[in-house]
């Protein structure tokens, strides 16, 4: 669902009543709830699930469990227990499944934690993804608001995992390539995350990069935190031969609702072609954490390469008082 | 998915390396997930989602709350939190979406718990349903095991919603019964949760009525007791005119799996007709408690009347040492 019909859609639930414990629910909306349970301890809550985005069925399901626990991993969160999510048609051999919950279940063990139930029910297309619960210290939540005029803007992978998936289900992309891109999505944002809690107050907002593409979850930090952003295009990490794919037009229909509700509130320079834009409105699968820092912050986070990987693509600006709106900028 | 292609997936699952402070995994598998987060708070987790069993948005949003959150009732908890499900035709009114996300909404609310979050998938087919988060104290948790020869089996809601929905969809219901049946579904199980809980030692075991149908659930709970049960028919309590649903032929596919799966460890009597057999096997939505409870409990929860309704039909047995399998028997 694009982004704007869900806004409309979600509204209502935004204004009801909530009890004091939840500390992050749809009334400022983030990358999962969290539920207070005692002045140490907090919940989090969240989930996701999707069609498969690449043939092989343990690489669909690995992917799939990093992609759900990575909202945990934005909160600052660590993940104690999964429900698998399951919709599978009747026709489709069963050993299909068994070797996605086996991909899930060995990457959600990498990140420490447990399958511990599920909910499967038939459905005409097989779609898999996990209730992910998680835990996190209620003063050291890692949210969308938060990020200051003067910060560094940090992503942790490559973009383009839209544009590959897409050329994967056309039969039109190169094996090294997409070896790379699955790769890529299969691995957890537990360490990044890690790194982002160890450098405390010096990181003021933290998201994940799915869905809305770069841009779309860009602007959801900025109107969270009321202020604007200048993104260098030049320092964008990108998937192998992204571009390429771009060019050969496999563009999904996600990256066109992205543009078209995201539209107004950004500034793209003009020298930035439409290959370059997509690449910017491309939805990811499994992205990375995206973080506004204190600058003070970066080099200890960047002496972290190679086990652990921040490119800095730009920074955070003053909302300019003379825009109506929260306005990207990218050069 | 069948109870038997489903047990054959998740197999391998089973035997996981979990923590200890996972109280209730895959590895005795119970309604909802419980982790324990303290010693005095565990954290229970759960998911369910369905396609529409009723025409009305608002009531199917809220019965399908009411089915979700009942694992957590299942397991003698409160719930904290829930998370939205839901996939949603492009082509599809979300003027119907948001019905059915208020009907869900109210009845979250209802349980003094709120909508945190959510998940939205463009899907062919609308389904609907939530990932609940509850606590539950780590000492007093109800689960499928411990049922004892000797206790009474309880049941908190009438059978018969497989055949009523499935008459519904077929246009043959009477709009009374229907109504009946919509308020059985959308009744929480929060106040018959409370009422076991508050007798404490005197409650066994305890789980929901739900796909697996009376017979089914039935089953689980006396494999994971290691004890055979007595079920009498005639104290079954069944919604209005489901035997005619039945006479008609409304019986789902869902019935004829949980049969075909059962049957070898069931005995029913001989004068009891298909039509009888039917209601054993019918699949509930938001199905009511089921409890194995000490005699001497008995009173006090049939003196709740008529604010919390309980049914006895039936008595825990010795698992006979003549059968190769546990048994349930029905009279």
């Known amino acids: 669902m694009g982004p704007e019909a869900l806004a409309q859609v979600l509204r209502p639930l935004t204004s009801l009543a909530a009890p004091a414990e939840l500390l992050v629910g749809l009334h400022k909306a983030d990358d999962a709830a969290v539920y207070r349970v005692n ?68 990457t959600v063990a990498q990140a420490g934690a447990v399958i511990a139930g599920g909910h499967t029910i038939t459905d005409k297309e097989p779609k898999y993804g996990l209730a992910v619960t998680g835990m996190v210290h209620p003063e050291h939540i890692l949210t969308k608001g938060g990020a200051k005029p003067g910060d560094l803007l940090i992503l942790s992978k490559p973009l383009g995992t839209g544009l590959l998936t897409t050329a994967h289900k056309r039969d039109q992309v190169y094996p090294s390539d997409l070896d790379t891109a699955i790769q890529s999505m299969m691995q957890l944002n537990r360490k990044t995350s890690q790194a982002l809690v160890r450098e405390g107050a010096g990181v003021h907002a933290a998201t994940d990069i799915t869905g809305y593409g770069l841009l779309g979850h860009a602007w959801e930090m900025a109107v969270q935190s009321l202020v604007g952003m200048h993104i260098e295009y030049a320092g964008l990490p990108l998937l192998p031969n992204a571009r390429h794919y771009a060019e050969q037009g496999h563009i999904t ?62 920074t955070v600006t003053e909302q300019k008082q003379d825009e109506a709106q929260v306005l990207l900028e990218v050069y």
């Not at 950004?266 to 834009?277: G, Q, S």
């Not at 990811?284 to 490119?311: M, N, R």
């Open 39 to 106: 002045d140490s301890q907090a919940v989090i809550s969240t989930a996701d699930f999707f069609p498969p985005v690449v043939d092989d069925p343990y690489a669909f399901g690995a992917i799939a469990a990093a992609n759900a626990m990575s909202d945990v991993y934005a909160m600052g969160g660590q993940v104690m227990m999964a429900i698998n999510l399951v919709a599978w048609p009747d026709n489709l051999e069963s050993a299909l499944l068994s070797e996605v919950l086996r991909g899930s279940a060995d």
């Open 253 to 314: 229909g996600g990256a066109q609702r992205n543009e078209a509700y995201l539209t107004p509130h950004v500034r793209i320079d003009a020298r930035l072609d439409d290959i370059d834009r997509a690449l910017l409105w491309d939805p990811q699968t499994s992205g990375g954490l995206f973080a506004a820092i204190d600058p003070v912050a970066w080099p200890s986070l960047a002496a972290l390469a190679p086990e652990v990987l921040f490119w800095c693509i730009g």
